[in-house]
């Protein structure tokens, strides 16, 4: 038995539970309910944050009265209880942990063998992954046998993915690429009011060699568990060419499949389907915006558009608008074809030419059902501050 007076005791054990009081405030109350609401929040920090919540909600009770309306045992409610009156947080404390391994200057080195190119070093690869930087370094005299799990959690705190990779292009000539991007973003930025004025800006492309592929069986639909299931075996039925265009105001869509690539069927297109439209819209002029595709930048397509100009006596013309030379990233036309290889090509079962053209179609129809003009930002204030000292 303890030779420590009763009373002694007594005030020990009330001193212990006896924890610091504290009151939360609204933005405090708001993360910690958004903590414990959310279905990404690892289950203890939750349970921790429904911890804080009741306590606030309950000053009076004493810890194991919290215990037994959250059903959770009275020393975790003390312990979290104190740990947010001391430092308002529900993460772990930091664990000393076993003596580290490799010293900060190995630790550097892997790092900046990760941020180098493997050719650089030697090393016949185009990107290094966690085991060739981890073989890699095996070879290294002065570097010690790491092994690839260790070398991961380095470059993951450091936020570096060597085996990752992204493309990109300088602009070559920043002040060319200006002069013909300028004019493009402006009807950009203006379509709507333009259209008002009976200018129509219009994008125009064609998505070429869309194949007609016949999967050797029939693509199985979702089900409990499973995804679609698609055959990797297929025969080819042959290939389409898609002429479209976007009309930037509204965000519509028109289509035109052919199975050629060549002038005189993007003139074709633009005849019997845009400058048709535009008729039907009571359009003046139609601002047509191109890239520099072989298909329309042939000199045959200003001598169209002053044809087009004369037989309809001026009531209708048409200007050109070249995008800048590999700048596809500034033609709307392209968002919207990469929603058709999502959405409808990727992948496809089409038994023959016509039931590809009829899909395309009837995509075009169902896209337009709900289209809205596209949430473009890009703007030429942008594109000045991108370019920035490569103007001077």
Known sequence: MSSIPHHVWRCHISHQLAL??????????????????????????????????????????SSQ?????????????????RRWSETHSLQDAPRLGAPRQFSSEVRAQVTALACGLPRSYGVPLAHWSRVELARYAARTPSLPEISASTIGRWLAAEQIRPWRYHSWQHIQNPEMFLVRARPVLRLYEHAAALLEQGIWVVC???????QAREAEQAPRPAIRKHPVYQSPRYHRRGALHLMAALSVADGLIYGQCHTRKCFIDFRSFLETVVVAEAKRRGMQTVALVLDNGPTHASKQLPRWVQELATASDGKLTMQLYWLPTNASWLDQLEIWFSLLQRKLLQPNHCCSLDELEQAILDFIAH???TAEPLKWSYTVEKLERKLGTNLQ
């Open 65 to 81: 009265q919290l215990a037994q309306s959250l059903g959770l045992k009275a020393r975790l409610i003390r312990k979290w209880r």
């Open 204 to 210: 125009a492309d064609e998505k070429t060699s869309i």
């Open 367 to 369: 896209y337009n059902r």
């Open 20 to 61: 610091p009081s504290f009151q939360l405030t609204p933005s405090e109350v708001k993360s910690l309910l958004q903590l414990r609401e959310a279905r990404r929040t690892p289950q203890a920090v939750a349970k921790r944050a429904q911890i804080v919540l009741t306590a606030h909600a309950h000053p009076d009770w």
